[in-house]
C-alpha cells in the first residue's frame, strides 16, 4: 500500500508564498506521475498541477499557471508545489496523487490525507 504524506500547509497573507511537500513510501516512486489537487469547503475537488515521473511534462490548471511551480526528487520520493502570489482563492485542503498516467482529472491510485492551506487578506 502506497502512503503519500503532504505537509507545509499553513495560515499565509494574500500575495504571500507557501511551499507544500509530498513524501511517498513507492520505491518504484519515478515509474509514476503526481499530482495536486485542491478542495474548498462546499466545492468540488479541483485539479492543480500534475508531473510526470521523470518530471518532463508539467500540466498546470489555468487559475494557477504562472504562480504556482510542481517539481520532484526522484531520488527522495518527494514532490512539491511552491505557491506564490497566493490568493484568497487559493484557500483550500491541497492533496497529492500518485497515479500511472498523467492527468488532470482525478483518477489517481493512491491520495494523501491534505493539508490546508488558508489565504488570508
Known amino acids: 500500500q502506497v502512503q503519500l504524506v503532504e505537509s507545509g500547509g499553513g495560515l499565509v497573507q494574500a500575495g504571500g508564498s507557501l511551499r507544500l511537500s509530498c513524501v511517498a513510501s513507492e520505491r518504484t516512486f519515478y515509474n509514476y506521475a503526481m499530482g495536486w489537487f485542491r478542495q474548498a469547503p462546499g466545492k468540488e475537488r479541483e485539479f492543480v498541477a500534475s508531473?510526470?515521473?521523470?518530471?518532463?511534462?508539467?500540466l498546470y490548471a489555468d487559475s494557477v499557471k504562472g504562480r504556482f511551480t510542481i517539481s520532484r526528487a526522484n531520488p527522495k520520493m518527494t514532490v512539491w508545489l511552491q505557491m506564490d502570489s497566493l490568493k484568497l482563492e487559493d484557500t483550500a485542503v491541497y492533496y497529492c496523487?500518485?497515479?500511472?498516467?498523467?492527468?488532470?482529472?482525478?483518477?489517481?491510485?493512491?491520495w494523501g490525507q491534505g493539508t490546508q492551506v488558508t489565504v488570508s487578506s
Open positions: 496523487a500518485q497515479g500511472l498516467v498523467l492527468r488532470r482529472t482525478p483518477e489517481y491510485d493512491y
Open positions: 508531473i510526470s515521473g521523470s518530471g518532463g511534462n508539467r
